[in-house]
């Protein structure tokens, strides 16, 4: 049982004049949770969370004034930094430094429900009443991650808190149950595997990242993966190259063709049957810094090793999800797709259909992914990381783009083959990698 210690503690009166403190339970590990100040506080949702209009203030709420949650311990966010395998240290932040002061936890509730994805989740003013003590503890959790000051957010990080990380990770939460209800008392219960497909640097992996962490921090055993983990070695990559010298979109790691899908297809295999107690395996890593930026497998010693049983796998891509098209089709955004589009075959067999459940991250322009990237790169430079230099990062990203062009309008029009439209969400981001009411 994880169990978080909170000390609720008043920095300035409250709108009722509350100056007392409190300490009390969060039981994380449980849909039932113990923070008695914070009701269920079916009085704020009278409008049944119609847009446009505002929730009618909680007592419960107002009493509690601007509280700040001291979670005592940190030390499950750097296991999870170094269990993960992939970054060693804080994650970078974009955001803005100028402070917005949380005044009350009421304020708090009116701006999750304003939020673009209450409504596409299902959920009105109400349930989110009746769930504001998990969105207060896992939204604590998250900023305490991220090293943000809970009393002092900028509007961006509450955004990206409140509007993107936690309702995502309930909605996953609940697919999580669906997925185990669905299985008899004493059988073994296979993970289920989440797919994420959005462009690069887009944000995905830091959202995979922070569920992750909540995964863990609420007593779930969770890998990730991405599709760059099953990137061709450099000796591999080099013979391919060869083998279309003159073919831009296979130079280089990333299109369809550059991936070793047996690696795959034995990695997601092995993870769908890690069920019990005991059983371990290595997850496979790729050094993408390796050979100034072209990228090499990483060492199979350095591997992280997960154990069973797990819960849930988190599986993201930049191209998961894309399915082929017509030769004609392809050929008309770029010739050199066509190659591309046959290796593209073999993917639903090797990723896909691994996947039961979808988030889509949707972007209105590919020409975003050239910002993105350029960040990405600058933020492993000032890791002491070597990366690719500016004019290789806009030579790498060129070669992405055909693949987008082609493939994500029918993954947006679609959803990926063989999914279920009530197991994919969408998410429509705009330039600030921030949720936005899908158009």
């Known amino acids: 049982m994880a169990v978080l210690n909170i000390l609720y503690q008043p920095t300035k009166v409250g709108l009722m004049g509350a ?38 203030p909680c007592p419960g709420l ?28 804080p994650l970078h932040s974009v955001f803005p430094t100028t402070p917005a002061e949380v005044s009350s936890v009421q304020d708090l509730f009116e701006f999750i429900c304003s939020g673009p994805l209450i409504g596409k989740l299902g959920l009105s003013s109400e349930m989110v009443a009746e769930s504001i003590d998990k969105w207060l503890a896992y939204g604590l959790r998250l900023c305490k991650m991220f090293e943000f000051n809970d009393l002092s957010l ?55 990242f922070a569920l992750d962490y909540l995964f863990r921090v609420t007593g779930r055993k969770c890998a990730t993966i991405s599709i760059d983990d099953f990137y061709l070695t450099a000796e591999e990559q080099a013979k391919l190259r060869e083998k279309y010298p003159r073919n831009a979109l296979l130079e280089l790691r990333g299109n369809a063709g550059s991936h070793d899908l047996s690696l795959s297809v034995e990695t997601l295999t092995a993870l769908g049957k890690l069920s019990k107690e005991g ?30 049983p797990l819960t849930v796998v ?58 993105w990237r350029l960040q990405a790169e600058i933020a492993m430079r000032a890791d002491g990381k070597p990366g690719m230099t500016d004019d290789e990062i806009m030579d790498f990203v060129s070669r992405y783009l055909p693949a987008y062009n082609a493939y ?25 990698r921030n949720p936005i009411l899908a158009t």
Request: glycine content about 8%; proline content about 7%.
């Open 408 to 432: 994500l309008p029918t993954l947006y029009s679609e959803g990926p083959k063989g999914s279920d439209p009530d197991n994919v969400l969408v998410i429509e981001v705009d330039e600030g």
């Open 154 to 208: 900028t509007t961006p990080q509450k955004a990206r808190i409140y509007h993107y990380y936690v309702p995502v990770f309930l909605w996953c939460e609940q697919k999580v149950s669906l997925h185990r209800s669905k299985f008899k008392d004493g059988e073994d219960i296979p993970p289920l595997v989440i797919g994420f497909s959005a462009p690069q640097g887009c944000g995905k992996t830091t959202l995979v």
């Open 314 to 371: 988190l599986f993201e891509g930049w191209m998961l999800g894309f399915k082929p098209l017509p030769v004609e089709d392809v050929k008309a955004v770029d010739p050199q797709l066509e190659i591309v589009n046959k290796y593209l075959e073999a993917y639903y067999d090797a990723w896909d259909k691994f996947v039961q459940a979808w988030i889509v991250i949707k972007i209105k322009d590919p020409q975003f992914v050239y910002q």
């Open 19 to 56: 100056t007392s403190q409190s300490f009390y339970n969060l039981d994380l590990n449980s849909n039932e949770t113990f923070v008695k100040p914070v009701s269920k506080c079916k009085a704020i949702a009278r409008t049944g969370g119609r847009r446009g209009s505002r929730p009618k």
């Open 62 to 89: 107002l009493k509690s004034g601007s509280r700040r949650l001291l979670l005592e311990d940190n030390s499950i966010y750097r296991d999870t930094v170094i269990n993960n395998g992939r970054r060693h240290g």
């Open 279 to 308: 059983m371990k395996m290595k997850l496979p890593r790729y050094d993408k810094s390796a050979f100034s930026g072209r990228g090499e497998r990483a060492d199979p010693s350095t591997w992280p090793e997960i154990e069973g």
